[in-house]
């Protein structure tokens, strides 16, 4: 059973806004967003130490999303994504790792603890 649970998904029209929320059952030095389209590699878009608050962004993502992990929720991290477009398109992941570093490459293989995903649809 996934110790993280993801909420928020759905579908909306291009140029609207989307939260995503996950919160896990224990605390994790780093928490991220991957999504994942038909036929696409996993993709690392947003990621945040949760002590630190520092965060890092894919390209297809910055300036449009927001990741948080608030200070006031416990173990839950957020993801706030506005502009969206088409491809935005994907199904959503939260993951976390215990590790301190792995938000510099968002690489798959660094992240222990993984939900079960959300869809994102975004029409035109």
């Known amino acids: 059973q996934s110790q993280l649970v993801e909420s928020g998904g759905g579908l909306v029209e291009s140029g609207g806004s989307l939260r995503l929320s996950c919160t896990a059952s224990g605390f994790f030095y780093t928490m991220a967003w991957f999504r994942q389209a038909p036929g696409k590699e996993r993709e690392g878009i947003a990621c945040?130490?949760?002590?630190?608050?520092?965060?890092?962004y894919a390209f297809s993502a910055a300036g449009r999303f927001t990741i948080a992990a608030p200070d006031n929720i416990k173990n839950t991290v957020q993801l706030q994504m506005t502009s969206l477009k088409p491809e935005d398109t994907a199904t959503y992941y939260c993951?976390?790792?215990?590790?301190?570093?792995?938000?510099?490459?968002?690489?798959?293989?660094?992240?222990?603890?993984w939900g079960q995903g959300t869809q994102v649809t975004v029409s035109s």
């Open positions: 993951a976390a790792s215990p590790w301190t570093y792995v938000c510099r490459d968002r690489k798959p293989a660094d992240f222990d603890e």
């Open positions: 945040i130490n949760t002590e630190t608050k520092e965060s890092t």
